[in-house]
């Protein structure tokens, strides 16, 4: 439990370098204000929840937040300690996830980070090569 931090967010709201360098996040981090879906064990289709705090601790990524149902009303007291799930588990009543568009979007970044990437890398192999052959050329003043 030592390498999870306690709260992933700093004084001023902005995720903590914990967080930054916590190697098990596999999602982004959530920000407060956020709108994300909270499913419920008793309903098929997923409520809008706005963020209200996000935490880490030995059970994951969790969040607070002010749900909205289907019908308009929202649940009294909002909730609390809210887990991550990707998919629908079958003990949990309140989960989390991100929208499909949200995931959409993300999966659309890592693609275009990892195009970036090899680009930068390809970048610098060729200018590697460039290089080389310039230095194997004939030296200033020989003939």
């Known amino acids: 439990m030592a390498d ?25 981090l959530p920000t407060i204000g956020r709108v994300v879906y909270v499913y419920h064990d008793k309903e098929d289709s997923p409520m809008a929840a706005i963020v209200a705090k996000v935490d880490i601790d030995a059970t994951g990524l969790n ?19 809210v887990p991550h799930i990707s998919e ?10 991100w929208m499909d568009y949200q995931k959409g979007q993300a999966a659309k970044t890592e693609e275009l980070q990892r195009e970036l990437d090899r680009r930068a890398l390809d970048s610098r192999s060729g200018a590697a090569i460039a290089g080389g052959q310039g230095a194997a050329g004939a030296l200033p003043g020989s003939k």
């Open 4 to 28: 999870t931090p306690a709260h992933p967010t700093s004084h001023k709201g902005h995720p903590s370098q914990e967080w930054k360098n916590y190697p098990k996040n596999k999602i982004t």
């Open 63 to 81: 969040i607070n937040a002010h749900v909205i149902a289907q019908s308009g009303d929202t649940i009294p007291g909002g909730i609390q300690h």
């Open 88 to 97: 629908r588990p079958p003990s949990v009543p309140f989960y989390w996830d």
